[in-house]
Structure formats: C-alpha cells, structure tokens
C-alpha cells in the first residue's frame, strides 16, 4: 500500500492544497493531511477548526485521513507507515528550500522519499500566508479559499 503524508500548516486550507491532493490520489492508496502543530506561532483558525474544515472538504474521500502531529514530519511518517512525503511546488524558490527539506529528510529517513508535485497553471499565486494578509485586511478569499473551509473561517 502507498501511503503519502501531506504535511503542512494549512492555514487555511487553500485550493492549491486542495489540486495538490485531488492529483495525487492517483498516485496513491492513502494521503495523510498532516497540520502541524507548532504552539508558539498564532494563526489564523486553531488547529481543530483546520482539522475540522479539511475534514468536512473531503468527508467523501476515503483515501484522505486528516491528522495534526508535533515534531518531525519523517518521525510521523513512520508513524503511520507512510513511505512518502508529498509536497508541492509554485515557483524556483519552493524548489530551494523543499530541496534542502526532502535532502535532509533522506538523511533521517532514507526509506521514505519526497514527491514533489508542480503547482497547477492558475494556483501558483496562492499561499496561505496571502490569503491570511487578504483577510485581514478584509479582502475577499472567494478564488483562493474552498467555501467550506471559508465557513470555518468565518465561526
């Protein structure tokens, strides 16, 4: 069984992630959409209302398992029995830093490999932190967030 984990802050949830998971589940048996949790950094929703959000988003998708983990991302993939890491990419810059990232990860844990995925023509523009600076500035999110984790915003 492949088995990929996603890990990220995803906050919030955006479409990009949501392409980046919709392709890859082709590509493999189960997807873990992993949110980190890192206490010390304020965001925007709480970690259980992402959880909550990205579970309602795919609630008819068997192949996706929502999830929040603390520390390393290769210490949660052993973990879940996971063999790969998913990532996606938007531009050179990702390419960088996900490369010293999937680099090191492979010096932790060479059993499990990173796949990056391209970002799809139309979505590269989309972070989570420009859709958090749109917000509060009280800018709408409509083309870069799903409604259903925009209701979640919202609460």
């Known amino acids: 069984m492949k088995i990929a984990v ?90 960088d830093f996900e490369n010293a990232i999937a680099q090191n990860n492979l010096i932790l844990a060479p059993e499990i490999e990173t796949y990056f995925l391209l970002a799809r023509t139309g979505l590269s523009h989309i972070s989570s932190t420009i859709v958090r600076d749109i917000l509060a500035n009280g800018g709408s999110v409509e083309t870069l967030v799903p409604s259903v984790v925009r209701r979640f915003i919202s609460k």
């Open 6 to 95: 996603f890990p990220g802050s995803f906050d919030p949830f955006t479409y990009a992630h949501k392409d980046l998971v919709d392709r890859a589940l082709s590509l493999f048996d189960k997807i873990y959409i992993a949110i980190g949790v890192n206490s010390s950094k304020k965001g925007l929703m709480y970690f259980e209302t992402r959880k909550a959000a990205i579970l309602e988003l795919y609630k008819d998708e068997s192949k996706v398992i929502v999830d929040t983990f603390n520390g390393l991302t290769v210490n949660y993939c052993n973990k879940v029995e996971a063999q790969f890491i998913l990532r996606g990419l938007r531009n050179a810059t990702d390419l």
